[in-house]
């Protein structure tokens, strides 16, 4: 199918002009010379790709057109002609989220790669509008497994949550408690579940890259920057700006987070505009916040801005309650996935599972229940490879803070070190942030010798 691009334009030459070169260009181009003939086409349920409209127009103004349309049209990019170099039209077509404005006459060539780009910008926005319809029924609240009094109170939270409109809120809770999953049902079971769920881990990038990555920028406004791009705050438009990490944020970058999510407006770096967005925010995090706060790591305005309702998940060690069904869950899924048949939990283990302290939580659990489905040889749960470490002896119990290793020839040198990291990113849940922690080294350094090692 061609894309399809809408013009608006009610100058007939012009409009002939713009729709005969567009067609060369091979898109399915449609001309329509008023607004009413505009809505009436939309009508139909068509949405275009690109809009390249006329500001002023015999029944209405352009700008007027899309605010209405807003909420509507939603993965369709604007492009506006204006007459008469009015600025504050073209700043407000900015500001309702136009992609672009372009002074009449205006050059073909010129317009065309501006309808190129927004091309591209609203075929990102469908890609993502499209992930989010495909997982709006993979998450629901049941998904959420566990009797115990925490979970049970934390699904009926969400069940009240996930049904009014809330502006930001904070997960908090450690590596592999379900924060990523939470966010998700929250998206996808709440008011915004049509529109995009975006993710950034605030941990996972440098400071410039990550603000570039959140406000988007103008072409040029720093080396690189090749094309203009969109920010993830315009790209979570009518939908959630998923926080994962907050309290790695940059304190300075923090201040401009702050002003973004009280004004719901932003500014691409090198950009002279700003741009509303309609975002609702998710922040998790497995530090203590406020703790953070006294130190003077973490702004308290912002805290208190994004604190307005706030979620903890309890650790796993905290409610083994939770333990029974999340193993049952974990050994069905693993059973289908591997065609294994494990219908028998010994004693033992399940006493092995509870009295471990699960430093992973959730996450680790089910890396381990995986590992002892995909090695099981019969209908029976194999206990050999739990493989936890026994926190019940004291020689153990020195070991949870290290690790042995055999002195004796077995290992060489590099596979001590795979082993030492499969160790730590076991016992993180696979959490590289943690890892790298708990090595004294960087992300960079221990995700190079993941790679190197496959693991
Ligand atoms: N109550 C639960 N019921 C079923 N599955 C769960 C539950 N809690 C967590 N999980 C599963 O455990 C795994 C880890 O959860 P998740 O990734 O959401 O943790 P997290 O808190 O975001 O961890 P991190 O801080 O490391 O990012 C996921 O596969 C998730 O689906
Ligand atoms: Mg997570």
Sequence with gaps: MRDSLLIIEDETLLGNELARYFRKQNWETTLVCSLAEAEKYLEQGIEPLVVLSDMNLPDGNGLDFLEQLKGVLNSTEWLFLTGYGSVSDSVRALRLGAYDFIEKPCDLKRLNLLVEGAARSARAQRRLDNQAQEQNNKYSIRMLVGKSKAICLLREMLTQVSQVPFSSMIISGETGTGKGLITNILHYSGTRAKGPLVEINCAALPRELLESELFGYEAGAFTGAKKRHRGLFEQAHNGTLFLDEIGEMDIELQGKLLKAVEELRIRRLGGDHEIDVDVQIIAATNKDLQH????????????????????????????LDDLRELVQLFIAENNAKSSKNIRVIPDTVTQKLESYTWPGNIRELRNIIERCVLLANSDVFPEQWLQLPNSTTPAAAQMENGVFLPLDGTLTLPDMEKYIIQEV???TGNNVTAAARMLGTTRETLRYRVQKYHL
């Design 425 to 427: 990113l076991n016992r």
């Design 292 to 319: 953070e706060v006294s130190a003077g790591r973490f702004r308290q305005d912002l805290y208190h801005r994004l604190n307005v309702i706030n979620i903890h998940i309890p650790p796993l060690r905290e409610r």
